[in-house]
């Protein structure tokens, strides 16, 4: 997992805060996948993102969510008014340009914990 | 709606003592199936992938094996640093790597 790095390792914000979630894809992947494992729960899609463009969106609550992967620097997630029903592991993973199917390679997460 | 469902939800073994896990699906189009192993505060860690029915792969005493509804991870002989959640996950059309994810099955290897 030490190719896709995630900062921070751990959050911790008070409700109607603002979280920000950062992660580096692995040398090379053009494409980042935002997931989110609440406890005692699979992991979920949120968002899948190529450069400069949010591609499926459809994970994602459409309200105080948002995502990007700008052209230069780490993909951001950002969570707007956090609620305590936010609080939960977020892992992004990356996956090289040109390839459709193969498996994606994950982060270790940002923990993320709203008081 | 497409559906991915992991069975046990944890197992308990005796260091030694070969089981399997299994993973079903209810999906339309299946791309790419995969298994992944998590450990705690980690992200997952990719095992294998497999594509259709009838293929195998196989890495030290893990053997995975998917048919037309379900896949199987086989573990031989299990030893405690295999306790791990395993995760299996499904890609379906669309042209790029989204995948549905189940649960998990809760492995515990006892010495």
């Known amino acids: 997992n030490a190719g896709v790095m995630q900062n921070p390792r751990h959050l911790v914000r008070r409700r109607g805060q603002e979280a920000r979630l950062r992660c580096s894809p692995m040398k090379g992947h053009s494409h980042v996948y935002w997931y989110r494992q609440l406890p005692e729960e699979g992991l979920k899609f949120m968002v899948y993102?190529?450069?400069?463009?949010?591609?499926?969106e459809s994970g994602m609550p459409k309200e105080r969510f948002s995502a990007e992967f700008p052209k230069e620097g780490p993909s951001i997630l950002r969570i707007q008014q956090v609620v305590r029903g936010d609080s939960a592991a977020y892992f992004c993973?990356?996956?090289?340009?040109?390839?459709?199917?193969?498996?994606?390679?994950f982060g270790n997460g940002t923990r993320l914990t709203v008081t | 709606e497409d559906q991915v469902t992991q069975s046990p939800e944890a197992l308990r073994l005796q260091e030694g003592e070969s089981s399997s896990l299994n993973c079903s699906y209810t999906v339309s189009g299946l791309r790419g199936l995969f298994w992944y192993r998590q450990d705690p505060g980690k992200g997952p860690e990719f095992l294998f992938t497999?594509?259709?029915a009838g293929e195998e792969k196989e890495k030290e005493r893990l053997k995975a094996t998917l048919t037309k509804k379900e896949s199987f991870l086989h573990i031989t002989a299990p030893k405690p640093e295999d306790s791990a959640t395993y995760l299996c996950a499904v890609q379906i059309g669309g042209g790029y790597q989204k995948v549905t994810f189940g649960i998990g099955t809760k492995l515990q290897v006892i010495p």
């Open positions: 993102l190529q450069k400069e463009n949010i591609i499926d």
């Open positions: 497999l594509y259709s």
């Open positions: 993973a990356s996956s090289p340009p040109g390839l459709n199917n193969g498996p994606l390679h």
